[in-house]
């Protein structure tokens, strides 16, 4: 089992960054690949990026290429999500989750789950 637990959420500017940590406890962590995922208010849960358990390969919604980089430290059990050029569209809860398959965008194959953190953009 992991637990997840996120941090660095905030509010900002447009056009300022946040970084976002997600903290996972355990000795597995380094075998789940990883995903940060987002949602607001009565929508569908949004995939954002994901990693591949030891990092080397990354995906991202086309809304944040470019802008977002999700990157891990397996030696501290910690994934980020560095955020730049925010957009008020960005606002949302953001959730950290993790995979013992591949990674995915699709949120339904991941198993846990943060409690998530708020970012807030304003224009």
């Known amino acids: 089992q992991v637990q997840l637990v996120e941090s660095g959420g905030g509010f900002v500017q447009a056009g300022g960054s946040l970084r976002l940590s997600c903290a996972a406890s355990?000795?597995?962590?380094?075998?789940?690949?990883m995903g940060w995922f987002r949602q607001v208010p009565g929508k569908v849960r949004e995939f954002v990026a994901a990693?591949?358990?030891?990092?080397?390969?990354?995906d991202y919604a086309d809304s944040v290429k470019g802008r977002f980089t999700i990157s891990r430290d397996n030696a501290k059990n910690t994934m980020y999500l560095q955020m730049n050029s925010l957009k008020p569209e960005d606002t949302a809860v953001y959730y950290c989750?993790?995979?013992?398959?591949?990674?995915?965008?699709?949120?339904?194959?991941?198993?846990?789950w943060g409690q998530g953190t708020q970012v807030t953009v304003s224009s």
């Open positions: 989750a993790a995979n013992a398959g591949s990674d995915s965008s699709d949120y339904t194959t991941y198993r846990y």
């Open positions: 355990g000795r597995t962590f380094r075998s789940y690949a």
């Open positions: 990693i591949s358990s030891r990092g080397g390969r990354t």
